[in-house]
């Protein structure tokens, strides 16, 4: 039987893992956005750098929005699932209501 205290352990360090990969690739893209607003000639160069924060945000926040999208959706479905079936099996045993 496997210890489930080293699994969720193990687990957790994955997940840590992954936000680790999430913040290399929204720096790196933060990089590579500056490495091509710098080639725009018209673009003041002050604003290379800000832009290029803006971009990293923009690509963290759609790392974080989109590619654990699919994970709250599962959870989600199975919390409704779960209290449907709650709520029908205390409506089976509940007393029958009379309207007076």
């Known amino acids: 039987m496997p210890d489930w205290k080293k699994l969720k352990g193990a687990l957790d360090w994955v997940a840590y893992g992954k ?4 913040l ?7 990089k590579f956005g500056k490495i091509l607003l710098s080639r725009i ?3 003041s160069p002050e604003w290379v750098s800000p832009l ?4 990293g945000v923009l ?3 759609l790392l974080l929005r989109f590619w654990r999208a699919p ?14 079936s709650l ?3 205390n ?9 007076t």
């Open 19 to 22: 936000l680790l990969v999430e």
């Open 87 to 89: 709520a029908a099996a």
């Open 59 to 61: 690509i963290l926040w």
């Open 71 to 84: 994970l709250r959706k599962r959870d989600a479905e199975q919390r409704s699932g779960a209290g449907t």
């Open 52 to 55: 290029s924060w803006l971009i």
């Open 41 to 43: 000639d018209r673009l």
């Open 91 to 99: 409506a089976e045993h509940s007393l029958p209501q009379t309207s």
């Open 24 to 30: 290399g690739l929204a720096f790196t893209g933060s």
